[in-house]
């Protein structure tokens, strides 16, 4: 099973959400998480938010709290420093960071989708396809963008009609290509 924080940014931040509009008259922000399991904001002391992870800036953190909505749970952050809705406004389409060792350790089966970012990816010949560059998370599922030598960049779904082979530790990903897929 594979934790979701994103791939463009350096290992030591990861993304965990994304800054939506202020809530309420205390400056609190609504963030959709970008993790499968929202529940590890509560464990942070402090976030890092900003456009880019480069940009981002250090934010304690005051009080979390979980929404269950339509689209699932909304977290709803107060960052020191931010104490009206205009100031949290600011924030709004803001990235939320957490560093990587603030987060619980990851089980055995799990891994960060930023550790694909890369990946070799051959065909079940043995035939090189390209390199993964980054990692879409799709509502119906994953899709690895893959670099290819003189070509136009593939999408590959992750499902079993196409991917043969998941291998994290060797950092390769192995496809079963159809028609049109390459």
């Known amino acids: ?98 560093h990587e060792a603030d987060l619980p350790p990851l089980d055995a089966d799990e891994f960060f989708l930023h550790d694909l970012v890369g990946a070799s990816v051959v065909t079940e010949g043995g035939e090189p396809v390209g390199t993964v560059t980054d990692v879409l998370e799709l509502p119906a599922q994953r899709v690895y963008v893959v670099e290819r030598p003189g070509r136009p960049p593939a999408l590959i779904p992750d499902v079993p009609a196409f991917l043969a082979d998941l291998n994290v530790a060797e950092r390769r990903l192995v496809v079963r290509p159809i028609e049109g897929l390459l």
């Open 1 to 98: 099973m594979a934790r979701q924080p994103s791939t463009s940014h350096p290992p030591n931040l990861l993304l965990i959400g994304r800054v939506g509009k202020p809530h309420g008259l205390r400056g609190e922000v609504k963030v959709a998480p970008e993790t499968d399991e929202p529940q590890r904001f509560a464990d942070l002391a402090t976030v890092f938010v900003g456009a880019s992870v480069q940009q981002a800036r250090p934010c304690a953190v005051e009080s979390v709290r979980f929404q269950q909505g339509r689209r699932g749970v909304t977290v709803v952050l107060k960052l020191e420093g931010i104490e009206t809705p205009e100031e949290a406004a600011t924030l709004r389409q803001r990235l939320v960071f957490a």
